[in-house]
């Protein structure tokens, strides 16, 4: 059959389909289960009315039920059954079993990896760029162009990346751009410029923000903030726990940028580097995520009252301060929204992870080894327990979605 | 700062002259600069390694543009280069997109946009309910759902095709992976619908009750026409939502029915012969082409469809 007309079919068929049922059973309601004449017409019109809604609602939620309702149940009931035993009740075995995977374990420490870095970096340069591009003729131009990768698939980006850290032997010229760059350093002035000092100094601003993040989070805590719930009091430990614990670690790689040996050069394959080479891949999203950050977070800035910078230039905030403590606090719930929804693309990343190395040389992130054991390994069992800490990860940041998405549509 | 204001007591005259090479300038376009690199240049590359020849490239000078410019490689992505099993490039994947993308969209939002109605225009009971349902089934991730779908797909569509006594299949076909995307998009749309026509005033509603519309005669004559953008926005949305999908047409379809991203994922990855970069990078531009038409023809409605589809699972 012609594709075309393949298409036609099914185009006429699920329109006409759904204009005929919500035709004839309006037609039904009205004339054969409650018709509007006869001694109960008015009655009969008023319960008419009262099904009528259902009607309409009725193939979305039937879909839904059949497609999203049921499907996590069962994923559910699967992660605790075996198929060696012919789908016996094996209770948390499957769990066990992936508790004891250092492949699991792998792909946990690469998820939370990628939930520090690529949210933080595509909100911070999404900002950036908003605040940058606002003051500047063609600050448009440069926002359209930095959006165009959203509109690249996750696998197309993966590609152009592939290119990017692409590895050719040391004698022939290098068509990766990035062992291109590499190439160029050989451990002179302007490699330890850009190869020690500019880490350096990017590594000692991340832990600047770390720390000041974890000093705000602690305050309200020091001066007996009332009207705090307990809840709300652990939360902000954990996360201090957390930021300290980042501000101990980039202390610790400052000093390992300064006493590593770089191999000058030498070609370096870099998606076989292990623990870097997520970074790398962390790079293709947040390359894909900040046209999104920037997009939001530019209507966000345009929309703070002209008054309250006015005031900070009258009062001589410079424009630093104007940034960081006049805006900054304003956008601050959509600096959240951006924020929490990049995390839920992060923690469900798979495409790029596929594409890229398939969670190789330890590049392994939980969505994939979901695939892994679904779909190679033919393991329902432990593939499902997977799917079902992904959903656990999520669920947290998905009740926040939910209950703001209610209050704000309501 | 303190400059600034003994200036303004000796010499404050006409308006404030504007320096071009200011430090804040140059800090500014320093570091868009440095941003417009980081996010320009692989484009760049993609598009010039694309029109070069296989020997030019291997000469290494990846930034310059292309000596001599050859289509070759767009040729061979479309109809030539090899995708696992096939000798027979994109143009498959492309059709199968196409077929794939079409119904999907069309049923989607038909149904999502009489849905996101019916919540608008009666507040009955257990719409808060079905309201919550649509919140969740938005924003669940994909995953959890992935293989108790695989069963259903394969029972049902065994079951109407032995019914049938064809040999007829949902999964691996096509109408299958329509089926996903259909109703896997109900949820964001009926939200996005819902939220658009709760904006319309009630008094239109009301006045063309008065005048004797009734449900179907408001939707068509009144919230159709008045709600075009949202349909548009609707429409990217699903587009480039479908378009750029691996996860389901890897999972949901076989080689012969694979999307044009699983496909170009196996021309890339494809281990025999030598790498061509060139065709890689034309596979890539073709496979973004749909999607970058739409956003370059519809600009700030595409930001409006991505950024509300950014958090469906």
């Given at each position: 059959?012609?594709p075309?007309?393949?298409?036609?079919?099914?185009?006429?068929?699920?329109?006409?389909?759904?204009?005929?049922?919500?035709?004839?059973?309006?037609?039904?309601?009205d004339?054969?289960?409650?018709?509007?004449?006869?001694?109960?017409?008015?009655?009969?019109?008023?319960?008419?009315?009262?099904?009528?809604?259902?009607?309409?609602?009725?193939?979305?939620?039937?879909?839904?039920?059949?497609?999203?309702?049921?499907?996590?149940?069962?994923t559910?009931?699967?992660?605790?059954?075996?198929?060696?035993?012919?789908?016996?009740?094996?209770?948390?075995?499957?769990?066990?079993?992936?508790?004891?995977?250092?492949?699991?374990?792998?792909?946990?420490?690469?998820?939370?990896?990628?939930?520090?870095?690529?949210?933080?970096?595509?909100?911070?340069?999404?900002?950036?760029?908003?605040?940058?591009?606002?003051?500047?003729?063609?600050?448009?131009?440069?926002?359209?162009?930095?959006?165009?990768?959203?509109?690249?698939?996750?696998?197309?980006?993966?590609?152009?990346?592939?290119?990017?850290?692409?590895?050719?032997?040391?004698?022939?010229?290098?068509?990766?751009?990035?062992?291109?760059?590499?190439?160029?350093?050989?451990?002179?002035?302007?490699?330890?410029?850009?190869?020690?000092?500019?880490?350096?100094?990017?590594v000692?601003?991340?832990?600047?923000?770390?720390?000041?993040?974890?000093?705000?989070?602690?305050?309200?805590?020091?001066?007996?903030?009332?009207g705090?719930?307990?809840?709300l009091?652990?939360?902000?430990?954990?996360?201090?726990?957390?930021?300290?614990?980042?501000?101990?670690?980039?202390?610790?790689?400052?000093?390992?940028?300064?006493?590593?040996?770089?191999?000058?050069?030498?070609?370096?394959?870099?998606?076989?580097?292990?623990?870097?080479?997520?970074?790398?891949?962390?790079?293709?999203?947040?390359?894909?995520?900040?046209?999104?950050?920037?997009?939001?977070?530019?209507?966000?800035?345009?929309?703070?009252?002209?008054?309250?910078?006015?005031?900070?230039?009258?009062?001589?905030?410079?424009?630093?301060?104007?940034?960081?403590?006049?805006?900054?606090?304003?956008?601050?719930?959509?600096?959240?929204?951006?924020?929490?929804?990049?995390?839920?693309?992060?923690?469900?990343?798979?495409?790029?992870?596929?594409?890229?190395?398939?969670?190789?040389?330890?590049?392994?992130?939980?969505?994939?080894?979901?695939?892994?054991?679904?779909?190679?390994?033919?393991?329902?069992?432990?593939?499902?327990?997977?799917?079902?800490i992904?959903?656990?990860?999520?669920?947290?940041?998905?009740?926040?979605?939910?209950?703001?998405?209610?209050?704000?549509?309501? | 700062?303190?400059?600034?204001?003994?200036?303004?007591?000796?010499?404050?005259?006409?308006?404030?002259?504007?320096?071009?090479?200011?430090?804040?300038?140059?800090?500014?376009?320093?570091?868009?600069?440095?941003?417009?690199?980081?996010?320009?240049?692989?484009?760049?590359?993609m598009?010039?390694?694309?029109?070069?020849?296989?020997?030019?490239i291997?000469?290494?000078?990846?930034?310059?543009?292309?000596?001599?410019?050859?289509?070759?490689?767009?040729?061979?992505?479309?109809s030539?280069?090899?995708?696992?099993?096939?000798?027979?490039?994109?143009?498959?994947?492309?059709?199968?997109?196409?077929?794939?993308?079409?119904?999907?969209?069309?049923?989607?939002?038909?149904?999502?946009?009489?849905?996101?109605?019916?919540?608008?225009?009666?507040?009955?009971?257990?719409?808060?309910?079905?309201?919550?349902?649509?919140?969740?089934?938005?924003?669940?991730?994909?995953?959890?759902?992935?293989?108790p779908?695989?069963?259903?797909?394969?029972?049902?569509?065994?079951?109407?095709?032995?019914?049938?006594?064809?040999?007829?299949?949902?999964?691996?076909?096509?109408?299958?992976?329509?089926?996903?995307?259909?109703?896997?998009?109900?949820?964001?749309?009926?939200?996005?619908?819902?939220?658009?026509?709760?904006?319309?005033?009630?008094?239109?509603?009301?006045?063309?009750?008065?005048?004797?519309?009734?449900?179907?005669?408001?939707?068509?004559?009144?919230?159709?026409?008045?709600?075009?953008?949202?349909?548009?926005v609707a429409?990217?949305?699903?587009?480039?939502?479908?378009?750029?999908?691996?996860?389901?047409?890897?999972i949901?379809?076989?080689?012969?029915?694979?999307?044009?991203?699983?496909?170009?994922?196996?021309?890339?990855?494809?281990?025999?012969g030598?790498?061509?970069?060139?065709v890689?990078?034309?596979?890539?531009?073709?496979?973004?082409?749909?999607?970058?038409?739409?956003?370059?023809?519809?600009?700030?409605?595409?930001?409006?469809?991505?950024?509300?589809?950014?958090?469906?699972?």
């Amino acid at each position: 059959m012609n594709p075309a007309l393949q298409g036609l079919i099914t185009v006429v068929l699920g329109v006409g389909g759904c204009l005929t049922y919500f035709y004839m059973s309006n037609r039904i309601l009205d004339t054969v289960i409650f018709p509007a004449k006869g001694p109960n017409a008015g009655r009969n019109i008023n319960r008419a009315n009262m099904v009528r809604p259902w009607l309409f609602v009725f193939p979305a939620m039937a879909a839904l039920m059949l497609y999203l309702g049921y499907p996590v149940f069962e994923t559910l009931r699967l992660s605790l059954t075996d198929r060696s035993q012919g789908g016996a009740f094996v209770g948390l075995d499957n769990y066990r079993q992936m508790m004891s995977e250092d492949k699991f374990w792998e792909a946990m420490r690469n998820n939370m990896l990628w939930l520090i870095v690529v949210p933080a970096a595509s909100t911070a340069f999404g900002l950036l760029v908003a605040q940058l591009t606002d003051r500047i003729s063609w600050g448009n131009i440069a926002k359209s162009l930095i959006f165009m990768p959203m509109a690249i698939s996750f696998v197309g980006a993966s590609v152009i990346f592939k290119l990017i850290y692409d590895t050719r032997p040391e004698d022939v010229g290098q068509i990766g751009i990035l062992n291109a760059i590499w190439m160029q350093f050989e451990g002179g002035v302007g490699s330890f410029l850009f190869l020690k000092i500019l880490p350096a100094i990017m590594v000692l601003g991340f832990g600047l923000v770390v720390a000041y993040i974890a000093w705000l989070l602690l305050r309200p805590l020091m001066e007996d903030a009332k009207g705090e719930g307990i809840l709300l009091k652990l939360l902000r430990i954990i996360l201090a726990v957390i930021a300290v614990w980042l501000v101990f670690v980039s202390l610790r790689s400052l000093f390992g940028i300064f006493t590593t040996e770089l191999p000058y050069g030498k070609p370096q394959t870099w998606l076989t580097l292990p623990f870097y080479n997520n970074f790398f891949l962390m790079v293709v999203l947040i390359w894909i995520q900040t046209g999104f950050a920037m997009v939001i977070l530019s209507a966000a800035l345009r929309g703070i009252p002209e008054e309250t910078v006015e005031a900070a230039i009258i009062d001589g905030a410079n424009p630093f301060q104007i940034f960081f403590k006049i805006k900054v606090p304003q956008i601050m719930p959509t600096i959240v929204v951006v924020w929490t929804t990049i995390t839920l693309t992060v923690l469900k990343v798979f495409d790029i992870v596929f594409a890229m190395t398939n969670g190789q040389w330890e590049t392994q992130v939980l969505a994939n080894y979901m695939f892994d054991k679904l779909f190679r390994a033919n393991d329902w069992g432990v593939g499902s327990a997977a799917a079902i800490i992904i959903m656990l990860l999520v669920t947290p940041i998905l009740v926040w979605n939910v209950y703001n998405a209610r209050k704000e549509m309501r | 700062m303190a400059d600034a204001t003994t200036n303004a007591v000796t010499e404050a005259r006409g308006p404030k002259p504007r320096r071009v090479f200011s430090s804040t300038n140059i800090i500014i376009y320093g570091t868009l600069l440095v941003v417009c690199l980081y996010y320009l240049l692989p484009l760049y590359v993609m598009i010039v390694t694309s029109l070069k020849g296989m020997p030019e490239i291997r000469l290494g000078n990846i930034f310059s543009p292309p000596v001599e410019v050859t289509f070759q490689p767009w040729v061979k992505a479309w109809s030539e280069a090899c995708t696992g099993i096939n000798w027979d490039g994109l143009s498959r994947g492309f059709w199968n997109s196409v077929q794939i993308l079409v119904p999907s969209v069309i049923v989607s939002i038909a149904v999502a946009s009489v849905s996101g109605y019916a919540l608008v225009n009666w507040r009955f009971k257990g719409s808060e309910a079905f309201f919550t349902i649509l919140i969740f089934g938005a924003f669940i991730p994909y995953q959890v759902m992935i293989y108790p779908i695989v069963i259903i797909l394969r029972d049902t569509g065994g079951f109407i095709g032995d019914v049938t006594g064809t040999n007829f299949r949902l999964m691996g076909s096509i109408w299958g992976l329509v089926i996903v995307h259909t109703i896997f998009g109900m949820p964001i749309l009926t939200l996005l619908f819902r939220n658009y026509f709760t904006s319309v005033p009630e008094e239109l509603f009301k006045a063309a009750r008065v005048d004797g519309a009734g449900f179907w005669g408001i939707y068509f004559k009144i919230m159709l026409p008045m709600s075009l953008p949202i349909f548009v926005v609707a429409m990217i949305l699903q587009v480039t939502g479908i378009w750029n999908d691996f996860l389901f047409g890897v999972i949901y379809t076989k080689p012969e029915t694979y999307p044009m991203t699983v496909q170009l994922n196996n021309i890339v990855n494809s281990v025999q012969g030598v790498k061509e970069y060139n065709v890689n990078m034309a596979a890539t531009l073709l496979t973004g082409l749909v999607p970058l038409t739409i956003y370059f023809i519809s600009g700030r409605l595409f930001v409006r469809g991505i950024a509300a589809g950014a958090v469906k699972g």
